[in-house]
């Protein structure tokens, strides 16, 4: 009995004694490890916050219930519209485009319309809008940007030739396109039409050519051919060229080379007439007996399989009689071309039928032969596939 009465003192005693609550414990930081460990969470919540808020949120919005149409509604043209599965597709269409500042695309038809210096704009559920990033591509120059033909295109197109400078130097000019080709057997058997520079066609016209010299036959002006090969994935190249023959003056053995006298006076060699004419011979007045003969030059070793469904970078650069050929901006084929190339004003046709199931974007014409270094920055306006 006196056991239990001192036992139940004794828990009366521990009872009271609350010292236990402020003994020394083990430090919430005394662990490095587990400190170490909270940094380096903290640190990348911070960083995959920064990059949402400064990278994705700025580039993948998607703004509902909303268009992104011309300023002005009355006169807009869209850059391009075509019918594209989704959203995110036709997003990646205006990101290829240089010129493209963001989209408009309607869920209901999955129609994609591209635009530049457009605005948004309320509408209906049907209708989503996208606007590039401000940042993008501002590493091409103004130059180039102003140098574009076509920002996109899978269907056929025209350019009217009054819009395509002549070059500033007879023979020195660049084409540069990216290409990406589907469907390689779509129109198989025919000569694929990718684009020319030259004789005219006819709307509704369909390019139906088993046989080159049929086709050469119809369209004669080629101050630029580029065709896809019937029965490969081949590319050829076709440029019309002229040449002089049985000249009376001129002994240079380059002809049509920009030369300047002591007195800072510039010509190109042996021109005979107009602004560029060749004042270093001496003439009696006479007329010389020349014979000017054209011709429709084209090569196409090295040029062989371009790839499908990935996208090339394709760069034609004209010096005089030599061309330059370049392949995501690597360079695959010089040639050297029997005469000088022409330029005219004739219309610039795109994809027209025959052609095969590809989209060209930001293809470019600048009027002057490119330095490697331009062609690198050419290279760059939009990324390349693997």
């Given amino acids: 009995m006196a056991d239990k009465i001192l036992n139940k003192t004794s828990n009366k005693i521990e009872l009271h004694n609350k010292t236990g609550f402020y003994e020394k414990k083990g430090a919430i930081f005394a662990n490095e490890s587990t400190v170490l460990l909270v940094l380096v969470i903290a640190l990348i919540f911070i960083g995959y916050v920064v990059y949402i808020y400064f990278y994705s949120s700025t580039d993948n919005i998607i703004k509902q219930n909303s268009s992104y149409y011309g300023q002005n509604i009355l006169l807009y043209e869209p850059l391009f519209q075509e019918t594209t599965n989704t959203i995110n597709d036709c997003i990646d269409l205006c990101k290829n485009d240089v010129t493209c500042d963001g989209i408009t695309y309607n869920k209901d038809t999955q129609v994609c319309m591209g635009t530049k210096n457009g605005q948004i704009r309320n509408e209906t559920a049907a209708y989503s809008a996208w606007v590039k990033p401000q940042d993008t591509n501002t590493t091409i120059s103004t130059d180039f940007k102003k140098a574009i033909l076509v920002g996109y295109t899978k269907s056929s197109r025209a350019i009217s030739g009054i819009k395509i400078a002549n070059p500033y130097m007879l023979g020195n000019y660049c084409y540069a396109f990216n290409l990406t080709i589907y469907d390689f057997y779509k129109n ?136 330059e050929v370049y392949f995501n901006g690597k360079i695959v084929k010089i040639t050297q071309l029997d005469g000088t190339p022409n330029s005219d004003k004739s219309n610039l046709y795109v994809l027209n039928d025959k052609t095969v199931n590809c989209d060209i974007s930001n293809l470019i014409y600048y009027p002057s032969a490119l330095k490697i270094t331009d062609i690198q920055q050419i290279v760059s306006i939009t990324p390349q596939t693997e």
Avoid at 242 to 258: K, M
């Fill in 188 to 323: 198989y058997g025919s000569w694929r039409h990718i684009f020319h520079k030259g004789t005219d066609i006819k709307t509704g016209s369909v390019l139906d050519y088993q046989s080159w010299e049929n086709l050469v036959k119809d369209i004669p002006n080629q101050v630029i051919g580029v065709w896809l090969a019937p029965f490969t994935n081949n590319l050829r190249i076709a440029v019309k060229t002229t040449t002089l023959s049985n000249r009376t003056y001129g002994s240079y053995s380059d002809a049509f080379v920009e030369k300047c006298d002591d007195n800072g006076h510039c010509f190109i060699t042996d021109m005979p007439s107009g602004k560029w004419v060749d004042t270093s011979k001496a003439s009696d007045g006479s007329n010389p007996n020349t014979k000017v003969d054209s011709y429709l030059e084209y090569f196409d070793q090295d040029l062989q399989n371009i790839p499908i469904n990935s996208q090339v970078n394709i760069i034609i650069n004209f010096r005089n009689n030599n061309v």
